[in-house]
């Protein structure tokens, strides 16, 4: 089953715009990124965002339009029978603003098409209520792809045994990159990471980005 991403242009006042992209096995937002060929002529899509601050209005201070969008859609998602992986709120080309909202079935399943249509509506109709930003944006509803980022502790013990990369918020052993072999969450709730140089654990927090290293699965389906 094909898995999509949706892209929902928001205008003032209250015009949308849909448009729908169909985008392969392994969905990501398609940003500003290269287009990577895998066997059987599945596509994957890499990107890098940044993740500004900005001022949501009636709230004091300045917090992350990701955490205020997180707080309004989680628990819709969660009934509709789904997790939220990300948000992520960026600036786009020529100033257009990106909301990328990433989810995934609570089942064992691939995420369809009428699944990110059907988020898309809720997910849409919310933040016309709570209007947690101010500008006009894109909202782009997907699921994660085969370097799917890890946002949460349970990531780690679920990925077990897979590759991958973790960056750092300050410097350990002389460096902030780690690549290795996931080796679960121990007992004291530290991320283990077997790589070249040595075994590694890390606190939870101390992790500025943790994603899953696409190499060794993109062999792996290219044999299967």
């Keep these: 089953m094909k ?23 392994w969905p990501t937002f398609l940003l500003r990124s290269v287009v990577m060929r895998l066997a059987q002529n599945e596509r994957v899509f890499r990107f890098e965002l940044s993740c500004p601050y900005r001022m949501v209005e009636g709230w ?55 699944d990110c249509k059907m988020i898309s509506r809720h997910v849409s109709a919310l933040l016309d209520v709570e209007d947690p930003i101010s500008s006009a944006y894109v909202l ?35 460096r902030r990159r780690f690549n290795g072999r996931l080796g679960g969450v121990s007992d004291a709730g530290l991320i283990i990471l077997d790589t070249s140089f040595g075994k590694f654990e890390f606190a939870f927090d101390d992790i500025e980005v943790g994603r899953i290293d696409p190499s060794e699965i993109m062999e792996r389906f290219g044999n299967g």
């Design 3 to 25: 898995a999509c991403i949706i892209g929902r242009e928001r205008l003032y006042p209250h015009q949308h715009n849909c448009r729908f992209l169909i985008v392969g096995r």
């Design 60 to 114: 004091k201070g300045y917090l992350l339009v990701e955490t205020r969008v997180n707080q309004i859609i989680e628990a819709a998602i969660e009934e509709l029978g789904f997790s939220l992986v990300r948000v992520l709120y960026s600036g786009g080309q020529a100033g257009r603003n990106q909301l990328q909202i990433m989810v995934e079935p609570k089942e064992d399943r691939d995420m369809t098409v009428e």
């Design 140 to 174: 782009e509803v997907s699921s994660p792809g085969i370097d799917r980022p890890l946002t949460r502790l349970a990531d780690y013990g679920r990925f077990q045994g897979e590759l991958a990369k973790i960056t750092l918020r300050l410097m350990q052993d002389g």
